[in-house]
T-cell receptor, first 111, second 113 residues
Framework: GQQVMQIPQYQHVQEGEDFTTYCNSS?????IQWYKQRPGGHPVFLIQ?????EVKKQKRLTFQFGEAKKNSSLHITATQTTDVGTYFC???????????FGKGTLLTVNP | SQTIHQWPATLVQPVGSPLSLECTVE??????LYWYRQAAGRGLQLLFY??????ISSEVPQNLSASRPQDRQFILSSKKLLLSDSGFYLC????????????FGQGTRLTVV
């Protein structure tokens, strides 16, 4: 079955440093989604990428979808304490509407 | 606008007792519905998903079951809880007929004692 792997599991940075998390799928994805979960909260949708090689930006966040539609990355420039949380990627596999999440990357930011 | 309701927020149940968690969605029709479990505050494990009334796909063999008796109602059940069933259970929905963004409920923190 479809598996989505995400690295690293944890990342601790100083405020102002950059942060990147990577997502890899065992199968070609129809799309990739990114979510953020604050401590104690529920996952909240950030963005969806659909096209091969697609790059999208949201302020300090940059999202990429690989050419083969099997991998993706989320890059945060100049982290802030408000960026703290767990970032998940989720892969859509096609016609069965299943949404498989990676294990997430827990980001902590030292002020 | 669409909303998702999930209850209860917290639950403490003894081993061997039954479980019923309910999730309802408002403001949309024929949504895709999902149940996830998050153990130890980390990864989201897909338990069940449904694309229509009475249609349930199970991802992980376990002592849990799911049902969708109405279009916008998704229920997670167990006849006898195990200690290992403890975790954070999240219900989510997305627009039917596609794999688009998922909207999550507030979650139920289940502790089996």
């Amino acid at each position: 079955g479809q598996q989505v792997m995400q690295i690293p599991q944890y990342q601790h940075v100083q405020e102002g440093e950059d942060f990147t998390t990577y997502c890899n799928s065992s199968t070609t994805l129809s799309n990739i989604q990114w979510y953020k979960q604050r401590p104690g909260g529920h996952p909240v949708f950030l963005i969806q990428l659909v096209k091969s090689g697609e790059v999208k930006k949201q302020k300090r966040l940059t999202f990429q979808f690989g050419e083969a539609k099997k991998n993706s990355s989320l890059h945060i420039t100049a982290t802030q304490t408000t960026d703290v949380g767990t970032y998940f990627c989720a892969g859509g596999g096609g016609s069965n509407y299943k949404l498989t999440f990676g294990k997430g990357t827990l980001l902590t930011v030292n002020p | 606008s669409q909303t998702i309701h999930q209850w209860p927020a917290t639950l403490v149940q003894p081993v061997g007792s039954p479980l019923s968690l309910e999730c309802t969605v408002e403001g949309t029709s024929n949504p895709n519905l999902y149940w996830y479990r998050q153990a130890a505050g980390r990864g989201l494990q897909l338990l069940f998903y449904s694309v229509g009334i009475g249609q349930i796909s199970s991802e992980v063999p376990q002592n849990l079951s799911a049902s969708r008796p109405q279009d916008r109602q998704f229920i997670l059940s167990s006849k006898k809880l195990l200690l290992s069933d403890s975790g954070f259970y999240l219900c989510a929905w997305s627009v039917g007929g596609s794999v688009t963004e998922a909207f999550f409920g507030q979650g139920t923190r289940l502790t089996v004692v």
